[in-house]
């Protein structure tokens, strides 16, 4: 892995620039969750920074909570704060205010899980996800949570959120993705993607034949902001366990409600579609 480099005296940044934040906010970047611990040599190597500089950082960044270290690998992790962070800028994000009583709606109303996610980078980040308060609902756990992350390429949600990129994004997005197979029914061909993903620009709607995971299925549909561009997805899953009908079955019964729930929430994103 090739080390990202801080802003040198060289570079000359301007005035307002502070070189001592960029580079903090590099080490907290340097954490993935492939990557949810590292130690001070492989964080220095990372930031191009030396050991002892490198430790200053980690050392004020852990004193401030932005991360945590073991006590017995003396290795770090994101702290604490770092999450609050997360929540605090997901919240704070327009769409999940609008959105929630919607999600919510067509969870009610279909009594599956529902969830909404950006994109970001090759990967999709939930921002809500919403289950059924009505007796003898069917919740999907699946460990995640608002947050999570997964591949785009294997989701519904992805799906959505990658058909609708510029011809050029969107071929940097799939060179940057490692189409490994997930599900029995994934897609690891990069023709064979760019063709579904054709398919769900025609469509308007994004279906998940255990892709992702063993017996899971899910239809996803586009959220639009005011000038048109498509800022979100929202999806319903269904685990065979729960409905085990056949994937035509499952998605024509889904597809008007999801249909009207990502209208209403684009129209309330200030989104009026052209007649």
Known sequence: ?????????????????????????????SFSENRPVLGISELGREVGLNRSTTYRYVATLAKLGYLRQDPESRKYSLGPKVVDLGFAAINSMEITRVAGPFLQALSDETGYTVSMAVLDGPDIVFVDRRRSSRAGAFALGLHLHVGSRLPAYCTSLGKVLLAHQEPAALRDLIDRTDLARRGPRTITAREQLMVALARVRRTGLAPNDEELAPGLRSLAAPVRDRSGAVVAAVNVAVHLTVRNASAESVMSRLEAPLRRTGLEISARLGHRPQV
Request: glycine letters at 4%; proline letters at 14%; a negative charge.
């Open 1 to 29: 892995m090739t080390p990202r480099t801080p802003a040198s005296a060289a570079d000359e940044p301007a005035p307002s620039f502070s070189q001592s934040l960029e580079r903090g906010l590099l080490v907290l970047s």
